[in-house]
């Protein structure tokens, strides 16, 4: 039988962090409250309880990171916990971009142990296994360098990695039910935006995280062994969008002034790069983002 984890809703909130979060998020879950709250305002979900680790749930956030960082901060988020809130307000993607985090959608923060933050790539890692366990659910995700997840050539979550001494805090944000218009889509985007829900797959964001988190982890945990082996490298090639094929590659440096340039993707490299083949050879590229050619 597969463990779950304890789940812990703060009903409570904390001004100028987090609100209450609210009672339809959960009643359209799979779990409920059980209990009385704690000295925190957080109240104990029923149904949970067989796996040591904790998925903290609350309101409408900054950013799923801020709570974290707070929980961190005052030794209550331990290795493999995470946050999940119900909206955020501020919430960010690559390069600091604007993350729309509307209700509905999976907006997560996850505590990786410390000795993740040796790993290059590691965005890349966790996204190569998010996509494994989606597609063993159906959802035929492909990972876009360096840290996108895609469905039917449209982007459909992201991934981001923040770290603090003995701290590594994996951000994933995935569109269940909506997503932004192309309007909405920064002008430098190289990819238009989809939801699971526009493609037919029905998920709520608690739900999902409960049935998923521990194959996540799983995956993760092999991978981290084999990283000797370049298991990076072989791990996150099966499902990478555009492999063999030919790609605009947009370096970060050159995103302001539109400079791009068409290169063959070959796949990722040992330490996170991606390899390209461009018209001067093959090239490892570390910094910017790639799009259809």
């Known amino acids: 039988m597969k463990e779950s984890p304890h789940i812990l809703f703060w009903q409570k909130g904390m001004q100028g962090l987090a609100g209450p979060l609210g009672r339809s998020f959960y009643e359209s879950s799979g779990f409920s409250p059980s209990g009385s709250e704690d000295a925190g305002g957080w109240v104990r979900a029923g149904k949970s309880g067989t796996d040591e680790t904790l998925i903290r749930v609350c309101g409408d956030c900054s950013t799923a990171f801020d709570v974290a960082f ?12 995470s946050v999940l809130a119900e909206s955020q307000s501020a919430g960010v993607g690559q390069y600091g971009r604007h993350w729309i985090s509307p209700v509905g959608n999976l907006h997560l923060v996850w505590k990786l142990p410390g000795f993740f933050s040796a790993v290059e790539g590691l965005p890349l890692m966790l996204g190569a296994a998010l996509t494994e366990v989606f597609r063993q659910k159906g959802v035929p995700l492909l990972l876009k360098w360096p840290n996108d997840l895609i469905l039917e050539e449209r982007k459909v979550g992201g991934m981001l990695i923040r770290s603090r001494p003995d701290c590594v805090l994996a951000g994933m944000g995935i569109n269940l039910v909506s997503a932004p218009s192309d309007r909405e889509i920064r002008k430098n985007s190289t990819m238009a935006a989809t939801s699971l829900n526009e493609k037919g797959f029905f998920f709520h964001p608690l739900d999902l995280w409960v049935d998923i988190m521990g194959a996540v982890r799983e995956i993760l945990s092999k991978s981290i062994e084999k990283i000797s082996d370049y298991g990076l490298m072989t ?45 001067k050879g093959e090239i490892i590229f570390y910094s910017g983002s790639i799009g259809p050619a």
């Open 70 to 81: 707070w929980l961190e901060e005052r030794g209550l988020f331990s290795d493999w916990d």
């Open 235 to 279: 791990g996150s090639t099966h499902w990478l969008w555009r492999k063999g094929q030919t790609v605009m590659v947009y370096p970060s440096e050159g995103l302001a002034e539109g400079l791009s340039f068409p290169a063959v993707l070959i796949g990722p490299a040992g330490d996170g790069g991606l390899r390209l083949l461009s018209e």
